[in-house]
Structures are given as structure tokens and as C-alpha cells.
């Protein structure tokens, strides 16, 4: 996709987003509504299947493409599984299937495939309780599982999606093929999918707290006006920058370097990155933003609780931070400062 | 909303630097390991002028001058690349930094040809060095305040006044001062010009402030009836306070403002050994990762540059992010070690390190901009003031 069309693909989804995603859709996800007719629109427009290609009726875009897209989302708290759906897609798509209409998510764990059938459990599946497809991958082999033939136990995530575990128990397959990806790389995908929306999310955090600032008059002027308010909002900032950084700079490497093996270290430490700083960004967001940001009925808990549950998705910095590690302590001392120069786990 | 949008646009650094990358490492791999650990930790405080003459000799001291001061007319990025290799392999560089960071450029930007071709050439050869004269008793975060008078004379100026945290007065040549020359002291940023002093000439007077660690680096500069050639002006009588903002934004997002005790990393990684429990390589993965972000954010806010583009804001943000990751590095370093260092040996020599890094890091938030100040000028640019 030129940049010219990705510009105006994201304009285009950032109106439709901030029209057809407010508060009342987000609050009903909440409460157990899946809300169809945004998902509709959202297919309608073609948003999941971003980066497949045209021949496959896809928008034709690159892994980046989709990345900016999700980021996008991020700062409107989708409710639906979009990134998940559009991620399952490419993947399929890659794997030489026809991805098929319909939410669908990612069911990355440690499965079996015995005879052409799925066996094993996920937990902490994404939107596992209103997808129709669950997509594996399974040593080389990718496959797709319809909800029908999986065992869910829906387990609604601190931020109020469907999440859940998700069992499979001798499953027939609704598509199997040679997978692009490795199980592992497959799980890298979703965590710099998850960093980008991290990002977003970010900012819309530091957005919604500028904002409030600059309105909440308190001892007669808006609180903006005291040095405290913006030593704390300053600080939001560089928290909020670093994770926009990390995240774009690991969505580049992963799209530049390829499907198959693109910015390994770089997704590790922006997810590392952004995990770490989530808690940072809502702690200052909330405190700028008092008793009222504290409430359901104000919106920045749609992005603070986010944040908070998608630290953990697909790899906390405990997870990340492990990996890096042991990669650099086993390269040795030597070996560090040409590691992290070339964004790599060893030079 | 209408709040400015933080970016940081991925950027690579060309071929060409990467290049020259290579070129550093294999210099420095050569003439390091003659030099004392403790030279290494200090890095761009330590003074070795053998080091800064030999990098000089390699034309990586005002990399991006024109050819006839003896640069090599290379971007910037070429110089952003050497900056990081002298941080990241921990070379002595601190005879030269300011001179080829902040008073060369400002001399090439500002200064007439007499000084340029005076001065510029020895810079470049690695062998002529530069204190800041920013700072005073009574001027510290507030340096439109400054009280150092330099009254015009016949032929000159006679300076009178006294500047502080002079790093490195006591064996550089030279210090860029900023001072009043016409005005009164109310008049902030009007009336304010910078001098190029010798800091040889007759009533300028040098005196040590030792600093927590022990360290002898700042210095106490009294002028007393000091005569400063007219011909030492730099730019135009008045011009001193735009010029000396200029001069600041060098300072800002280069890699010195989270590479500085860069050694603790690596000493860390030596420490845990090759196989860390998994609570310990999560503890140095998260750092790493930390840096990773940091250098991210940082050769994004050199991509924009290059690109004709002045991020201030970004350039804040950097300092204030890795100045903190600084200061957090030794404690958190220190707090894993404790458990998890491989050897007893290895534990004692690595507390002894990170104590002096932890005795250090007080200075990363003040100098070059306090964090509040920094804070600022963040919160100007999310329209908060």
C-alpha cells in the first residue's frame, strides 16, 4: 500500500471509528453485547483483511499497514477482535487458505496435531467468547478451528472483553496448511500487533488527561495552570513517547526483515517496553485526572484497563525481558553493545 | 483534541554511518585496552588527551566541518554514530566532548573567521579543548540572571564576575562565556554576549570544586579586571542569549544522556554469567529493552533533525526519559546482583562500580537542563503553559 492509500485508509477508519465506536459500544461489550453491526461495517470496509492480498479479495496491504491500522484502534478501544481477526487472516492467507468473513482470534498455546485433529487448551484466548474461528499454529502446520468444534469457557478479561480459555479435544480442522510462521514467530506477530495498540492507546490516554487539565478549573484556574499538573503531564508524555517509539520502531523492523523472521529483538523489547510503562501511564493519567477519570462513567478507563490487561497479552516485559536477557547473558558482556546497536538478541 | 501528536518516526541510520561504525570499533579495539578501568567507567568525563589527539588523528572530531578547519564535511549522523561508539565501548572522550559537541559548532555558527580559523583546526586534531561559562552562584536554571559584566574598553572588555561548574576549567584552553555587556541585570535576555576566554588570561582566576565523588571536574572561574580582546567576541554584542539557546539544543538527545554509565550494563551481564535465573535475565532484559526504547527514540529525534526539522519537544523528552534510566540503572542493577551475582568476587567488584555510578547519577538530572526544566518545556508544548 502507498503511503498516499494508507493515509487515507487511516483517515477514512479514524472517522468511522470515532463515529461508530463511542463510549455506549464500548460500555455495552462490557456488559456481554456483541455488537454486530459495528463488526459489520468493520467488514464492510474491509479492515480485516488489510494485509491479504487483492487476489484473495484482500486490500493488498503490508504487515506495517495492518500494524498502523491496529494502532489506530488502539486509541478507540475497539471493542471487537479486529487485530486478531486481521492477524489470523494474513496468517491464513500466507498459509495458502481463503480466510473467511466473520470475527475470528488467535489461539496461540501449546496444542497438538495428531491425525490432521487439534488436541490441547489456551488459556487467556482474545475475544474467545464471540469468535468463530480459532487459528493455531502447530509445529509447521497452520489450521483453523471453528468455535463449533472448540470447548470455551468464556473468562471476560479486567477490561470487560470476551476473553476465555479455549479447549480442543480431538477438533477437526476447518482448514490446515503449512504455516509462513513458526509457532513461536507467530507469537511475536501478536505481540507487536498488541505493542502497536499499546501505543495508541497510549496517546489517548495522554490526549484525554491534556485535555481534562486544561478544563478542570479548581482554586479558580484550570488545574493545567499549576506546575505540579504539568511536571506530572510532562512526564505522562515521555512514558507515552517511549511506547510509540518502541512500538513503531519493532512494526518497521518486523515489516522490513519479513513475515518469517523480521525484528525478532526489536518486538521483544518493544513489548517489554510498552508492558512496563502501561502502569506508569495509567497511575499518572488517574491521578491528573481525580475522582472524575476514577468513574465508569468517564472514558479513560477504556484505554487505561486495556492497557493494564494487554501488558499481559502475548507476553508481559517479565516474559520479553526473560528472553532478552538470557539471549545477552549467554552472548556475554562482549557482545552487548553490538547486540543492542543492531536490534538483535545476538550480533 | 487539539493536543500536539508525539511521533517518532522509525529511522534508520544510512550506510554510510554504519560504515564508519565498523571503522570506530576496530580503533577503539586497538587502543582501549591500554586504558584504566576507571578511565573507561568515567568515559566522557575522563581527560585523555592521547585519546582525543589519536581520535582526531582518525578525523572523528568535527566529523561534519568543512574541510578547511579539518572537518570532514560528513553528516551529522556520521557524528551521531562516533558519539554512540565512544559511549557504548566506553573510551576516555572527555578532553574534547564539549568542543567538538557544542563550542566548535557555535564558534562555526557564530564566531568571525579569525577565530574559526584559529581555533577550528585544533579542535579537529583533537588537541584543543572548551569549558561551558554558562553557569553562575547566583545562575543556574534561571541563566538569563547572569551577573558577569563585561564592560566595553578601549580594545576590549573588562570582565568582572564569577561562573561555576566549569567542567574541566583547570586543563582546558578556552571558555565560552556568557556575559553582560551592556544593560543592567534586569534586563534578562537583552544586553547578554558571549566571549571566547583564554582561560590563561591574566585575572581569570581557576579554582577546584570537588564534586560528592570525590572528583575533581567542576571548577570556580573568577574574572577580576580580566581584559578580553574585542576580537574574542562571538557573534554580535547582544546576541548572546539566542545564541547561547542554540548552543543548548546540542546538548540535549545525543546518546550521552542515557549511555553515560553504560558500563554498569555491561558489567551486569558479566556478573549474572552466562546462565541467569530467569528473575534475573527478566531484571536485565527489562533494562535492555529500556535502552533499546531510549536509542529508538533518540535516533529518530537525529532522523528529524537531518531532515531540516527542530523537535525540541522530542529532544526534552529523551533527556528526561534517559537521564531517570540512568539513575534507575545502578539501584536496579545493584538490587539483582545482590542475589544473583555468579561469584562473591564478582559481587564485591560490581557494588564497588555500581557505587560510584549510584554517587554519580544526582548530576544526570541537573546537568545540560534540569529535569524540571525540562518538564517545562514539554508542558509549553502540550499547551499547558
Known amino acids: ?347 | 483534541m487539539s493536543i500536539p501528536k508525539l511521533e517518532f518516526p522509525p529511522f534508520h541510520l544510512p550506510a554510510e554511518a554504519e560504515a564508519l561504525r565498523g571503522e570506530v570499533r576496530t580503533f577503539l579495539k586497538e587502543v582501549l585496552p591500554t586504558v584504566r578501568s576507571e578511565d573507561r567507567f568515567a568515559s566522557w568525563n575522563t581527560f585523555s588527551p592521547d585519546f582525543s589527539k589519536a581520535l582526531g588523528k582518525k578525523g572523528w572530531i568535527g566529523i561534519t566541518w568543512p574541510k578547511q578547519y579539518g572537518g570532514s564535511e560528513r553528516s551529522f549522523l556520521d557524528r551521531y554514530v562516533i558519539t554512540e561508539e565512544l559511549l557504548g565501548n566506553s573510551a576516555p572522550a572527555g578532553a574534547h566532548w564539549v568542543a567538538d559537541r557544542q563550542s566548535g559548532p557555535l564558534l562555526l555558527r557564530f564566531g568571525n573567521e579569525e577565530q574559526r580559523a584559529a581555533i577550528l583546526p585544533r579542535i579537529t586534531a583533537g588537541e584543543c579543548y572548551f569549558s561551558i561559562g554558562m553557569s553562575e552562584p547566583d545562575s543556574g536554571s534561571d541563566l538569563a540572571s547572569v551577573r558577569t559584566r563585561a564592560e566595553p574598553v578601549p580594545g576590549g572588555f573588562r570582565v568582572n564576575g564569577t561562573k561555576v561548574w566549569t567542567s574541566g576549567a583547570h586543563r582546558n584552553h578556552y571558555c565560552i562565556a556568557l556575559v553582560r555587556t551592556s544593560g543592567q541585570h534586569g534586563d534578562r535576555h537583552k544586553g547578554l554576549s558571549q566571549l571566547l576566554v583564554d582561560l590563561k588570561t591574566p585575572g581569570v582566576t581557576i579554582r577546584p570544586i570537588i564534586n560528592l565523588a570525590g572528583r575533581h571536574d567542576w571548577n570556580e572561574v573568577t574574572f577580576n579586571d580580566a581584559f578580553i580582546p574585542e576580537s574574542c567576541l562571538i557573534g554580535n554584542e547582544g546576541d548572546g542569549w539566542l545564541q547561547v539557546t542554540s548552543e543548548l539544543a546540542f546538548e540535549r538527545s545525543g546518546p550521552e544522556r542515557f549511555m553515560q554509565n553504560f558500563y554498569i550494563l555491561r558489567e551486569l551481564v558479566r556478573v549474572l554469567g552466562r546462565q541467569p535465573a530467569k528473575r534475573a535475565s527478566s531484571v536485565l532484559g527489562r533494562l535492555v529493552a529500556r535502552l533499546w526504547s531510549l536509542r529508538q527514540m533518540s535516533v529518530a529525534v537525529a532522523g528529524m533533525m537531518q531532515g531540516g526539522k527542530s523537535p525540541a519537544i522530542e529532544a526534552a523528552l529523551v533527556k528526561d526519559l534517559g537521564t531517570i534510566y540512568q539513575q534507575d540503572l545502578p539501584e536496579i542493577a545493584r538490587a539483582i546482583v545482590e542475589s544473583d551475582a555468579t561469584t562473591d568476587d564478582d559481587l564485591a567488584d560490581f557494588l564497588d562500580v555500581a557505587q560510584y555510578a549510584t554517587m554519580m547519577a544526582p548530576s544526570y538530572t541537573i546537568q545540560g537542563g534540569t529535569t524540571q526544566v525540562l518538564r517545562g518545556i514539554v508542558a509549553r508544548g502540550l499547551g499547558l503553559r
Open chain 1, 1 to 347: 500500500m502507498d503511503r498516499e492509500s494508507r493515509d487515507m485508509l487511516l483517515e477514512t477508519a479514524d472517522r468511522f471509528f470515532t463515529e461508530r465506536c463511542g463510549r455506549a459500544v464500548v460500555n455495552d461489550v462490557e456488559k456481554g453485547v456483541w455488537p454486530a453491526d459495528l463488526w459489520r461495517e468493520i467488514e464492510e470496509m474491509g479492515l480485516p483483511l488489510v494485509a491479504v492480498p487483492e487476489d484473495k479479495g484482500g486490500a493488498g496491504g503490508t504487515l506495517a499497514d495492518m500494524l498502523a491500522l491496529l494502532r489506530l484502534a488502539g486509541s478507540h478501544a475497539v471493542p471487537v477482535p479486529l487485530a486478531e481477526t486481521a492477524l489470523a487472516n494474513l496468517l491464513t492467507a500466507a498459509a495458502g487458505g481463503a480466510p473467511k468473513p466473520g470475527p475470528a482470534t488467535l489461539a496461540l498455546g501449546n496444542l497438538a496435531l495428531n491425525g490432521g485433529r487439534v488436541s490441547g487448551k489456551v488459556e487467556r484466548v482474545p475475544f474467545a467468547a464471540v469468535s468463530e474461528r480459532f487459528v493455531g499454529v502447530i509445529g509447521g502446520a497452520l489450521v483453523v478451528v471453528a468455535a463449533g468444534n472448540a470447548k470455551i469457557d468464556a473468562k471476560p478479561n479486567h477490561a470487560g472483553e470476551p476473553y476465555g480459555t479455549v479447549a480442543f479435544d480431538n477438533a477437526v480442522t476447518e482448514f490446515n496448511g503449512a504455516s509462513p510462521v513458526s509457532a513461536d514467530r507467530a507469537f511475536e506477530l501478536a505481540a507487536v500487533m498488541r505493542a502497536m495498540q499499546m501505543a495508541g492507546a497510549a496517546d489517548k490516554v495522554l490526549a484525554t488527561a491534556v485535555e481534562y487539565c486544561k478544563q478542570r478549573v479548581q482554586f479558580g484556574r484550570p488545574i493545567s495552570t499549576f506546575q505540579a499538573i504539568q511536571h506530572m503531564l510532562a512526564e505522562l508524555a515521555s512514558c507515552v513517547a517511549a511506547t510509540i517509539a518502541a512500538a513503531e520502531a519493532a512494526a518497521r523492523d518486523a515489516d522490513e526483515g519479513g513475515l518469517v523472521d523480521g525484528g525478532r529483538f526489536s518486538i521483544a523489547a518493544a513489548k517489554s517496553q510498552a508492558s512496563e510503562f502501561a502502569q506508569r501511564i495509567a497511575a499518572i493519567s488517574h491521578q491528573s485526572m481525580g475522582a472524575m477519570g476514577f468513574t465508569h462513567e468517564h472514558i479513560l478507563h477504556h484505554y487505561t484497563r486495556r492497557l493494564w490487561v494487554w501488558r499481559r497479552d502475548f507476553g508481559s516485559e517479565t516474559f520479553w525481558g526473560d528472553k532478552i536477557g538470557a539471549a545477552y547473558a549467554k552472548a556475554g558482556p562482549d557482545a552487548l553493545w553490538a547486540s543492542l546497536s543492531a536490534s538483535r538478541y545476538a550480533a
